[in-house]
């Protein structure tokens, strides 16, 4: 295996040496995702493998081409999940690409986003190098946070070689139930049971039907049926993974933009279509009257930032713009593991 | 290390100069820079370390706090922020010639909201203070360190606090929403946002942990979780801590996360017993607290399959609390295992390391072989469910070379659980206190990472600067002291 971190950190350093830009992929199942595709390929999947897992010490550590759908089979096979639900849009999707896009599922709003289970990080920065970050371990402080940062960080910061994330027990129960509901009363009411002790782990409102799933033991499960009422939705779990893969009908279409908001933020009049998750933190829009500009406004007025998540033509920017002393910082942080620029170009910002 | 007071390194002129440049731009009652005012900053939590610092500040808001920065810029005068001085490494140990930023009067909670279940709270807010003020909607803020009764929110994201319920609820860096930050630049930035996934790199998660080094918090938006209906807690005791340490893994087996896991060896429990009369039992090699949260069914439901897996896990005497009271009482010793410490002896000297689980039984026989190497006692807690030791090390500062063996023992300790798989710091921070052994855990190339992502957020150097990441000229005279079997002496003296 080491053989493929010396191939990586030639490549690297190759392309470091003559400013030619690389594109780092695993399985290529989110290329679609953020700015426009450039470089040469540097394919991970020859990186691939779990190194240490006991579901006793609840992490889990694998090679960055590892395919999801692999670790995850092996994490079920004792009753363990990764509790971000990370997105599968395809059976390619490899463990280092999870990690680069930093895409999470329905269970994010309750049990939290990638960042938040990644405990470690093996990076191959710009000069070649190979740096360890963070550890196997629950709680470690030591030095700053890095492997947390590349979360999200779309291989801007380097190749992500190896992580470690945190997993937990698979729930014991789960059912879902619905309610027919305006968009309105829908947001009220998962922000009022929100506030309380229920086991919520998902929600999407849709079409004037809010539906949510409860996680967790028995007793508590049917303890919040009793409280919360509404019609039970047999063989759920379907549909819940429809959501997290984006197979649902309502994301049949060419242009989506995914709008992060407050929860409590009010209903966007934007036109078009939305399907709401994540008690109201996430909400789809397809079939916008509005321009992109006028989504940007109008989200950050309420205090979120909208993605052009999927789009013919991203001409508007994926992202929501920076200010501009986030920006500043976030380029020198590019620039001090990628002083070459070669990483990813364009596909973060 | 040894306890350094330096004599004043800077001429009257240039205090004269910087305190003149600060009361210019905040009330005369905010600048601090007599030794008699000065001298209560000195330290920390980690008290075997003292510097005064040449003055003090105490800005009343994020204006004064900007108009602090710009001055320390312009003058290069280094600034250690300062929330209540409760912690344990040194992070708020000042600098000779430096300035003090307390948060102290930054104290408001500026907005509460339990319909968002957030609140958005000043630095020097107190931790527990939050949650007081949450209460009555029946929420609360998770991560309670145990010092939270004083330790501040703004200290809290400079080391992402834990706490003894942190492996179910998360520590600092999973309950804190958005922090707003003065930069050295003069910036005002905002990082993370109550929107999930703030566009661009997750700077709030490099942010929080960061030891004070790249910004000075101005407000802090905190997630507010609904409290558990009700605890209950389980108290378990084991003939030897090798099958203490597989009950737990056993519990974890079982799909089970629960609230606390924590376990005490013998020693500490024979520690803290006389204080507290929690009804230890004093025979055994470790006692185990295993907490249920939730509604009463849950709770009910989660302690009876708790204790089937104790039991079948080679558990002795098992007690369940049934009445709050007795719930505290069985947390108590757990609780103040620190000052219990403080009463048997005159000094203890706190570690944080964090191991694989699977090697608690490893790292503890190191340990006892460790008491007998320096001569030591060690009492050692264990936040068993996120793997996070404190090895308390009983000495006396008064006893010729206690001290100085103390610290041997403790970077001992830390290199071992860093052989095992394990780091140096759990929850307390590098601060000043393990410096040295971060050259153990990382390699020059994430040290120089280090520094270029402190460079990004702080490009003078100004911020806390000789803390949490050593420079490789540290390292390299480190470790040539230590094949010398030694402390660093003149450990105060700023070296590069």
């Known amino acids: ?349 | 290390m040894t306890p350094a007071t330096l004599d004043q390194p800077y001429s009257d002129e240039r205090l004269r100069d910087v305190a003149g440049a600060l009361r210019a731009v905040l009330p005369a009652a905010c600048v601090l820079d007599r030794r008699e005012e000065t001298r209560p900053y000195e330290c920390d939590g980690l008290s075997a370390y003292r510097q005064p610092p040449m003055i003090v500040v105490l800005p009343e808001d994020e204006a004064q706090v900007l108009a602090v920065l710009a001055v320390c810029r312009a003058l290069a005068v280094p600034i250690v922020p300062r929330g209540a001085g409760t912690g344990l490494s040194g992070g708020a140990m000042p600098i000779a010639d430096g300035v003090v930023l307390s948060t102290a009067r930054l104290n408001r909670i500026v907005r509460l909201d339990a319909y968002s279940r957030t609140a958005v709270v000043q630095p020097g807010v107190r931790n527990l203070a939050i949650s007081e003020a949450a209460a009555p909607h029946g929420l609360y803020y998770a991560p309670d360190p145990s010092s939270q009764i004083a330790c501040t929110i703004g200290g809290n994201v400079a080391e992402n606090s834990g706490g003894v319920h942190c492996l179910k609820y998360g520590l600092t860096v999973h309950n804190v929403l958005r922090v707003r930050v003065a930069t050295i630049e003069g910036d005002i930035v905002e990082l993370g946002s109550e929107a999930p996934d703030a566009p661009g790199l997750d700077l709030l998660s490099v942010f929080i942990g960061s030891e004070g080094m790249l910004g000075i918090v101005t407000e802090v938006t905190v997630k507010l979780v609904p409290k558990p209906a009700c605890a209950r807690v389980i108290m378990a005791s084991f003939g030897d801590i090798v099958t203490a340490g597989n009950a737990v893994a056993h519990v974890i087996a079982a799909g089970i996360i629960p609230a606390g896991l924590e376990m005490m060896d013998q020693t500490s429990a024979r520690m803290v017993e006389p204080f507290v009369k929690a009804g230890y039992d004093l025979d055994a090699a470790a006692i185990l607290l295993c907490e249920a949260d939730g509604t009463a069914e849950e709770v009910e439901d989660e302690i009876a399959r708790m204790t089937a897996v104790l039991q079948a896990a080679g558990a002795g005497a098992i007690a369940v609390s049934t009445t709050e009271a007795e719930r505290l009482k069985f947390w108590s010793g757990r609780k103040n295992a620190f000052p219990a410490a403080g009463r048997i002896s005159p000094d203890y000297y706190c570690m944080d390391g964090t191991i694989p689980r699977k090697n608690l039984a490893q790292v503890l026989t190191g340990i006892a072989q460790m008491e007998v190497k320096y001569g030591l006692r060690c009492a050692n807690v264990f936040h068993a469910g996120d793997g996070n030791l404190h090895p308390l090390i009983l000495f006396d500062a008064n006893v010729q070379d206690e001290l100085h063996r103390a610290e041997a023992f403790g970077a001992e300790i830390l290199a071992l659980c860093v052989a095992v798989g394990g780091t140096i710091t759990g929850e307390h921070g590098v601060g000043i206190e393990k410096i040295d052994s971060m050259c153990v855990q990382f390699r020059p190339v994430e040290l120089a990472a280090f520094f270029a992502v402190k460079g990004a957020f702080d490009p003078a150097m100004l911020l806390n600067p000789n803390k949490a990441i050593p420079t490789l000229q540290r390292c390299a005279e480190f470790g040539r002291m230590r094949v010398t079997n030694g402390a660093l002496p003149h450990a105060g003296l700023p070296r590069f």
């Open chain 1, 1 to 349: 295996m080491s053989e493929q971190l010396d191939y990586f950190r030639d490549r690297i350093q190759a392309a470091t040496a003559t400013g030619k830009p690389l594109r780092i992929a695993g399985g290529g199942s989110k290329d679609w995702y953020g700015g426009l595709l450039a470089g040469d390929l540097l394919d991970t999947r020859g990186h691939h493998g779990v190194i240490d897992y006991e579901p006793t010490e609840l992490v889990i550590t694998a090679r960055c081409g590892t395919p999801l759908a692999q670790l995850e089979a092996l994490l079920l096979e004792h009753r363990q999940m990764l509790a971000f639900e990370p997105p599968r849009f395809g059976d390619a999707s490899t463990i280092g690409g999870v990690v680069a896009a930093g895409l999470a599922g329905p269970r994010r709003a309750t049990a939290g986003g990638v960042r938040d289970f990644v405990l470690g990080a093996q990076l191959i920065d710009g000069k070649g190098e190979l740096l360890n970050f963070g550890g196997q371990v629950m709680k470690n402080v030591a030095g700053y946070d890095v492997s947390r940062l590349l979360a999200g960080s779309l291989g801007t910061l380097g190749l992500i070689a190896q992580v470690s994330l945190k997993v937990l027990p698979l729930p014991l129960v789960e059912t879902t139930v619905r309610f027919e509901l305006d968009e309105v009363t829908a947001l009220a009411r998962l922000n009022g049971w929100a506030g309380q002790p229920l086991p919520l782990s998902a929600s999407c409102w849709h079409a004037g039907v809010l539906t949510v799933r409860l996680s967790g033991a028995e007793a508590a499960v049917a303890a919040a049926l009793r409280k919360l009422g509404g019609e039970h939705v047999p063989d759920a779990a379907g549909f819940w993974t429809s959501l997290r893969d984006q197979s649902h009908g309502f994301f049949d279409t060419s242009t989506l933009w995914r709008l992060a908001l407050p929860p409590t933020a009010s209903a966007q009049i934007l036109g078009g279509e939305q399907l709401i998750e994540w008690g109201g933190g996430q909400r789809w829009l397809k079939g916008a009257r509005a321009g992109a500009e006028e989504i940007r406004r109008s989200v950050a007025a309420a205090g979120g930032h909208a993605t052009l998540y999927r789009a013919p033509d991203k001409g508007a920017g994926a992202f929501h713009p920076q200010g501009a002393a986030i920006a500043r910082i976030n380029e020198r942080l590019r620039r001090a593991f990628d002083p070459a620029g070669i990483f990813n170009r364009g596909r973060l910002y």
